[in-house]
Every structure is written in C-alpha cells, then in structure tokens.
C-alpha cells in the first residue's frame, strides 16, 4: 500500500499536482508546449515547465506580485512570463496543502462559470 506525505511536508511532484486537480470539478489532464498539462472546459491552468520541477499555475497580477515578494522561496517567475498572467512554483518548496490552495485558485480563473457553480 502507498504512504501519503503528509499534508504539511515539503516537496510535491507533478503526480501530486494532478491527484489533486482532479478532485476539482472538471478538470482534464492535457499537454501544453509538450508538457503534462491541466485544463478545465478548454482553458490551461496548470502545467509542467519544460525542466520537470517547476510548475506554470495561471495567477492574477495582484496576488503575483504579492507572492513574488513575500515568497520567493516558492515563486518565480522568467521574461517570458512576465507580461502573462502566470507565476512559476517550485514544485520542491510547497506542502500539499499549498499545492491544493493553489491549484483551487489557478483552476477557479480559468474555469467556466457553468463549472465554477459547482464549487459552491
């Protein structure tokens, strides 16, 4: 039988990520740029950077900035991103529960309303 980290323990991988994107409604798995991908009705939120470490959640320009500063730890983000609404994860740095928090916000700004409803 497989042992869960436990929530509050350090470090996910991409497995982690999308066990718990798929308790969100309808998320898919997918790819992106030719990397594991998460979508929901169409729409990316999540997906694996090409270097297999990092994860490309999709993120408002508020909280990213606040999160850039106050957590560098966790994010970051290239040229290439800065002029999109995504932040870079560091999927090494981050326990479950952050991972879920995240993913919850992530999937919420690209979800459908029709879908979205379905969070309560």
């Given at each position: 039988m497989?042992?869960?980290?436990?929530?509050?323990?350090?470090?996910a991988s991409f497995a982690d990520v999308v066990?718990?994107?798929l308790e969100l409604p309808g998320v898919k798995e997918?790819?992106?740029?030719g990397t594991p991908a998460l979508k929901v009705g169409g729409k990316l939120f999540a997906r694996l950077k090409e270097d297999g470490e990092t994860l490309v959640?999709?993120?408002?320009a508020v909280n990213r900035g606040f999160l850039l500063e106050a957590q560098s730890n966790l994010?970051?983000?290239?040229d290439h991103y800065r002029d999109y609404?995504?932040?870079l994860l560091r999927l090494a740095e981050v326990?479950?529960?952050?991972?879920?928090?995240?993913l919850e916000d992530a999937w919420r700004l690209a979800a459908p309303p029709r879908i979205r409803k379905n969070m309560g």
């Open positions: 497989a042992t869960r980290r436990p929530s509050s323990a350090k470090s066990r718990l994107a997918s790819t992106s740029y959640l999709r993120m408002d994010f970051y983000i290239t609404p995504w932040i326990s479950q529960d952050r991972l879920r928090e995240l």
